[in-house]
């Protein structure tokens, strides 16, 4: 996936939601783990850890991991330049283990917001990501998973627009669903990013597939893990728990492990 390969553009597309999105970890670690100081969190696919950073300045143990060089790089550039251990790590979140993190002890918690799961397109990598994850929590750990959920019927959002911008750099990015196929539960998407300096403009174009879930196949795939209990749901305001039901699109699942 061409786009993970700008790290500076897609940090900064996805800045906007970071504070809510601390918020939400801060407070979960606190109810769900009862961790009122320093917590070991991990992020599968973290990207440019524009999560981890944060959590890091505020005293967290922190763990990412991510499959693009670049993404990496940057995220450990970025940790460095704050004082902060270079704590992210090439590597696949369908395979990993405390090990491969470098670590001996189990993480409280986990978390994978902005869909970064449905890149897992088939069962098999999915089931292994959620084994492995389950593996390097400790018993009681926690997952906060986000995803996009495809609701029943065919009012189906298919087409995502927001604007970004930071100083002289100026993005607009559109995210439009090209294809579907649910009985092979995949879809196609275009994400498209226009970037607007005082000195050049130019647009980064990328299709990939992502894997399809509703809610009942999102439930049965977590039977089948058989590691984790879905304690409460939110969407993506992270503000109460709602009921998810056939037709919520966004979620964020808040999963405890259970063996
Ligand atoms: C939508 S970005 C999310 C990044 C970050 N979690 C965030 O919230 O900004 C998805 C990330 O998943 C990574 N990714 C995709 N497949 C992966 C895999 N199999 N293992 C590890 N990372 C993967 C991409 O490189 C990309 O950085």
Redesign the pocket.
Known sequence: ?KI?DYPTLYDVL?SDSCKDEIEFLKTALQHYCNISGHGRIF??????G??LWRLAQSGHKIVG????PK?VAFCNKRLRRHGLAESALLG???RFSLNDLKQKKPFDLAF?????FL??TSEQTALSHLHAVADILKPNGIYLLGLHLLPQGNAVCSQEQWSVRHGSLALQSRLSRLSLNRQQRIETVEFRIKAVTPKQRYEIIDTFPLRTYSLRQFQHLLKKVNQFDILETFDFNFQYPVLPNPQTEDAVFVLKKTL
């Open positions: 996936m993970y996805f992020e599968p696919a973290c990207g440019t524009r999560l991991l991510d499959l693009n993404a696949d979140m369908t994978n917001f902005v869909s970064s890149h897992l």
